[in-house]
């Protein structure tokens, strides 16, 4: 056998070699549930949660139907997952070995989800087909833009996070068990947020990239998309608590919301780790949806 020098490097694994490899750590139960059902996204879970809550919070009638339709959206949001997965093996964007165990969990999951809106039909929340439309129209399109390699886009998310934000009006009317128009208005002043949310994040995980603190004026520059987003929709909300549409304290609480913007594009977080950004906007989006819904209560 000719010996190894130091020197020499190893080998790479063949792609058979490799995809068997990959194979057998997704047959474990951990990996399994790590890559064909848990969404990557970890951002997204506040996207769904702070709307329901928002919903809830602002019905302040809670009952069993209400927990059945938290299990409901979480499920139908971990759906999505295996359903892209099973999309890119099957369009050649991952190795065809995924498309069983995706099909799996996209039953294991779907299966679920069907019986617990079975549930909900049978009490009578018969309204809630009407949100299934848009949302499986979204999600159609995001499935196309999947096969066409395009689905990583901010218009994408912010369209998405409209799509989640339908949770708001769905705890509402579950709540109190009628499809009312301030239901919608959930829904608008979630989305509003979640959109300027969103652009704010992807400016944080901008500025962590950076290699030295950057000017004042580069600051502001950077931050002027997040400003345009949280601007207008101070001044859409003030809008309509003036025709009293929603409560008169609603564009303050944007306003705070703001503030807290204001404070990241000024003090960019160079260096900081992704989990740290996650978690100071998930404690800023609690703290947003609390006090508006407190706001619809007063």
């Given at each position: 056998m000719q010996p190894v020098s130091p020197l020499t490097k190893p080998r790479a694994p063949t792609s058979e070699t490799a995809k068997a490899t990959n194979k057998k750590r997704a047959q474990t139960p951990g990996k399994f549930f790590k890559i064909y059902v848990l969404?990557?996204?970890?951002?997204?879970?506040?996207?769904l949660l702070g709307p329901f809550l928002l919903g809830a919070l602002t019905a302040a009638q809670p009952h069993a139907a209400l927990f059945v339709l938290l299990l409901f959206s979480l499920i139908t949001y971990i759906?999505?997952?295996?359903?892209?997965?099973?999309?890119?093996?099957?369009?050649?964007?991952?190795?065809?070995?995924?498309?069983?165990?995706?099909?799996?969990?996209?039953?294991?999951?779907?299966?679920?989800?069907?019986?617990?809106?079975?549930?909900?039909?049978?009490?009578?929340?018969?309204?809630?087909?009407?949100?299934?439309?848009?949302?499986a129209l979204v999600m159609a399109w995001q499935l196309w833009l999947v096969v066409q390699r395009e689905e990583r886009q901010l218009g994408i998310e912010l369209v998405g996070a409209g799509m989640l934000a339908l949770?708001?009006?769905?705890?509402?009317?579950?709540?109190?068990?009628?499809?009312?128009?301030?239901?919608?208005?959930?829904?608008?002043?979630?989305?509003?947020?979640?959109?300027?949310?969103i652009v704010y994040v992807y400016l944080r995980?901008?500025?962590?990239?950076?290699?030295?603190?950057p000017s004042r004026a580069e600051q502001w520059r950077a931050g002027r998309r997040t400003l345009l987003y949280i601007g207008t929709a101070i001044l859409f909300t003030a809008a309509l608590a003036f025709g009293q549409w929603v409560p008169a304290l609603t564009p303050f609480i944007f306003a705070l919301a703001g503030a807290?913007?204001?404070?990241?594009?000024?003090?960019?977080?160079?260096?900081?780790?992704?989990?740290?950004?996650?978690?100071e906007q998930s404690f800023?989006?609690?703290?947003?949806?609390?006090l508006l819904g407190a706001a619809f209560l007063i």
């Amino acid at each position: 056998m000719q010996p190894v020098s130091p020197l020499t490097k190893p080998r790479a694994p063949t792609s058979e070699t490799a995809k068997a490899t990959n194979k057998k750590r997704a047959q474990t139960p951990g990996k399994f549930f790590k890559i064909y059902v848990l969404p990557p996204e970890h951002g997204g879970w506040f996207l769904l949660l702070g709307p329901f809550l928002l919903g809830a919070l602002t019905a302040a009638q809670p009952h069993a139907a209400l927990f059945v339709l938290l299990l409901f959206s979480l499920i139908t949001y971990i759906a999505r997952q295996p359903l892209t997965l099973l999309v890119k093996a099957l369009s050649g964007r991952r190795a065809k070995s995924d498309v069983r165990p995706a099909l799996l969990a996209l039953i294991g999951t779907g299966a679920l989800a069907a019986l617990l809106l079975g549930i909900l039909l049978w009490r009578g929340y018969t309204f809630l087909l009407w949100l299934g439309i848009p949302a499986a129209l979204v999600m159609a399109w995001q499935l196309w833009l999947v096969v066409q390699r395009e689905e990583r886009q901010l218009g994408i998310e912010l369209v998405g996070a409209g799509m989640l934000a339908l949770a708001a009006p769905a705890a509402y009317w579950v709540s109190v068990d009628a499809m009312t128009p301030t239901g919608w208005w959930l829904w608008l002043l979630a989305w509003l947020y979640a959109a300027s949310a969103i652009v704010y994040v992807y400016l944080r995980l901008k500025q962590r990239r950076l290699k030295e603190m950057p000017s004042r004026a580069e600051q502001w520059r950077a931050g002027r998309r997040t400003l345009l987003y949280i601007g207008t929709a101070i001044l859409f909300t003030a809008a309509l608590a003036f025709g009293q549409w929603v409560p008169a304290l609603t564009p303050f609480i944007f306003a705070l919301a703001g503030a807290h913007f204001v404070y990241g594009i000024t003090h960019p977080c160079v260096g900081v780790k992704p989990v740290r950004i996650g978690l100071e906007q998930s404690f800023a989006a609690l703290l947003f949806y609390v006090l508006l819904g407190a706001a619809f209560l007063i």
